[in-house]
């Protein structure tokens, strides 16, 4: 019995034989991408209990596809092109040859990496990165320690066996015959091969969504570490990590030597007993400890500077909830975010530290683990979620987060796709609508929440939903209005559900807005609102003058709940210390204030100290040089210090 292939279908194979030959190059190369997957899964297996759904290994390994093909389009890429030349125009064997040459040297690499990575990840609990070149001043002697420990040549055995295979089965792909006339259907063929060049494109950038590609974070999933990173290529982690090693602004900073800067700190946060292990950690305990029952939600506000607010002199009504709110609740009016990007917002909020410059901590090629206010609250039994109206994988914030104890990221994705209107996701009140019967589902397992809410609607492109009516006219006035109609809509649906009552409020910006700028540094674009809201614990309203910044909010929660914890950050409880400056960021400068003075200092060393309060546009610096060195010192050794924790995973 013979199968007859009809002599249509037999033109359409020969019709695309660069496209063939290519897929089946992608499919050899997945394979022993999950062969090493898998043994690094089976030497990794301790790490997964019963609790874990057979699901969730699954959708690992999934992702872990994901990974690969991102890795493989990058290698395949220019063999596709001379295998498209080479079936359309010229059938020079030259071109096999090379496409032939450069797929087995680069993927020989590429698993090289794959298996060298089993063992790296068994030391470090992290994927291959370019750390692993760093753990000696000398290659030799990590060659020779490599040598001299008989396990890690078991992962020679697998690595020789995948290269033995792809070279037996590569050769056999690269040199079948191709005998169609180069000719013929041209046109067709030629159409059939840009659109699968696109396709290799779209497996390169690993996602369809347009605010962010594939990112390390994307393969964060669950709440089980190891099944985050087992999706992961080692080779994607070690491009990456190269990547952000390179770039200018991930650069450490030199401000000072870390022990002066470590001391100075220990003196500022009054630190009695120093940890070797955790040289800034206080430990915050309350014997009237009130139960851990209170919930807390914290709501970062994008782009809320406190120039907007009638409190602080706005004309334009623009706030009127957010300026009852402040009255009703304690509100520091000298508050000011870390930074003035939005990642800033989120990571100096959750995890109280500064920014520094224009690095990135939430992307960095390995993601590191805080204690933050997810991971103290986790320690007292809390549940805890994060609502975005967008992309989660914008920043990296959902894996960031999902790494950092955040038992749940809510984004665009899990939205009804009929509620996203721009690219910022859905609209801020629907965000807040969308979480009512989420935290309701919370609050009946019987325990406290801790739930974080990013808005994005005051920021381009800017939507504005048609049940909503502004008083002023122009759109980013507009837009404020909305974003204050969208709070109130929050609490007033909050004040419906059976948690209102035992629930912390806590408002603060991402960062504010350049709306106005008499120095180098636009004070509105940090100078932002900071109240905590509950009408229980907190019975009237009350203004706090102290200099405040948005690293203080997560221990002055932990400090007005009463809820013990360790202090390992760079953030005070405002209830009960003061500091004498605070400090804020602005890429290639910084800012220190206190409720006269401001002094601005650039990467240049240049700058000026100005009576701000009396919009004295002055530079004083010569004639107070003690007040330069004191407010300069202080601030540089805040950011010295969290340089050197992160350094020394001290964090």
Known sequence: NKIIIPSSMMWNLKNTWNIIVTTKIYLLALAIFSFFRVILFANEIDRIDHTVPVSDILYSFIMGIRFDIVISGYIILLPYLLFTIYHLFFRVHIFKKISFYWLFIFFSLAFLVASADIPYFKQFFARFSVTAFEWADSPAFVLKMIAEEPRYWLYIIPYIFSIVLFYKVL??????????????????????????????????????????????????????????????????????????????????????????????????????????????????????????????????????????????????????????????????????????????????????????????????????????????????????????????????????????????????????????????????????????????????????????????SDHGPYYIPEYFQPKNTEIKKQIVEYADFSLKKFIELSSLQPWYQNTLFVFIADHGAPLSALYDLSLDYNHAPLIFYQPNLIPEGKVFSKMAGQIDVYPSIMGLLKIPFDNNTLGINLFNEERPYIYFNADDKYGVIDQTWLLIVKRDHTGGLYKYSEKDLTNYEKQYPAMVKQMKEYAESNLQTFQYLVKKQKI
Request: proline share 5%.
């Open 171 to 456: 050769r056999k792909i690269v040199y079948t015959e191709n005998n169609e006339p180069t000719k013929r259907k041209l046109w067709l063929k030629s159409s059939l091969s840009l659109l699968f060049l696109f396709i290799i494109f779209i497996g390169i950038r690993g996602r369809l969504d347009e605010k962010s590609p594939i990112r390390i974070g994307t393969a964060y999933f669950c709440n089980n570490p190891f099944l985050n990173q087992l999706g992961l290529n080692p080779n994607f982690t070690l491009i990456r990590s190269f990547l952000d090693q390179m770039k200018e602004e991930n650069k450490p900073i030199v401000l000072m030597e870390d022990s002066l800067a470590l001391a100075n700190v220990q003196k500022y946060l009054n630190v009695k007993s120093i940890n070797g292990e955790f040289p800034i950690q206080r430990t915050q305990q309350d014997i009237d400890s009130i139960p851990d029952s209170t919930n807390i939600v914290i709501v970062i506000m994008e782009s809320m500077s406190a120039a907007k607010m009638g409190l602080h002199g706005n004309k334009d009504n623009l706030t009127p909830f957010l300026d009852s709110m402040a009255r009703s609740g304690y509100y520091f009016e000298n508050a000011y975010t870390a930074g003035i990007h939005t990642f800033n917002g989120i990571f100096s909020t959750i995890f109280s530290y500064p920014a520094l410059f224009k690095q990135h901590p939430m992307k960095e090629s390995a993601i590191h683990k805080y204690h933050g206010i997810a991971t103290a609250t986790k320690k007292r039994g809390y549940s805890s979620i994060y609502f975005t109206t967008h992309d989660g994988q914008f920043d990296n914030v959902e894996g960031f987060l999902l790494a950092n104890d955040f038992e749940k990221v809510i984004s665009k994705k899990d939205y009804p796709a009929d509620k996203v209107k721009t690219t910022l996701g859905v609209p801020d009140d629907f965000m807040f609508e969308f979480a009512i019967p989420v935290l309701n589902k919370l609050h009946q397992k019987g325990k406290p929440f801790l739930s974080v809410f990013m808005t994005a």
